[in-house]
């Protein structure tokens, strides 16, 4: 079956770097476009970052753009987010999923078929 395992979460200062990486398996991983999401207690789950199959496009939302960097690695079947400058608005629990489907554009958690555990994010002040 499916998995896709976070990893690289934890506890960082204020305008510190964190680097989470998604391992995938049981899917055609370099046909698939990849996203990453976060969510908070209490809050619908939003919307990061998204890949498409090559890499070679991605999408941000306007709150991460320039300090936070998707890529992936077809031969590791792993996706990659670095985050820099965090800022405390950016502690979430972060999820990877996956969407079997070659364009990558999709912002609409209901819309990918796969997702990761998680990974808890704290950006401390």
């Known amino acids: 079956q499916v998995q896709l395992v976070e990893s690289g979460g934890g506890l960082v200062q204020v305008g510190g770097s964190l680097r989470l990486s998604c391992a995938a398996s049981?899917?055609?991983?370099?046909?698939?476009?990849m996203a990453w999401f976060r969510q908070t207690p209490g809050k619908e789950r939003e919307f990061v970052v998204s890949?498409?199959?090559?890499?070679?496009?991605?999408y941000y939302t306007d709150s991460v753009k320039g300090r936070f960097t998707i890529s992936r690695d077809n031969a590791k079947n792993t996706v990659y987010l670095q985050m820099n400058s965090l800022k405390p608005e950016d502690t979430a629990v972060y999820y990877c999923?996956?969407?079997?489907?070659?364009?990558?554009?999709?912002?609409?958690?209901?819309?990918?078929?796969?997702w990761g555990q998680g990974t808890q994010v704290t950006v401390s002040s």
């Open positions: 999923a996956a969407r079997p489907r070659l364009y990558y554009g999709e912002t609409r958690p209901q819309l990918y078929d796969y």
């Open positions: 049981g899917l055609t991983f370099s046909s698939s476009a």
């Open positions: 890949i498409s199959w090559s890499g070679g496009s991605t």
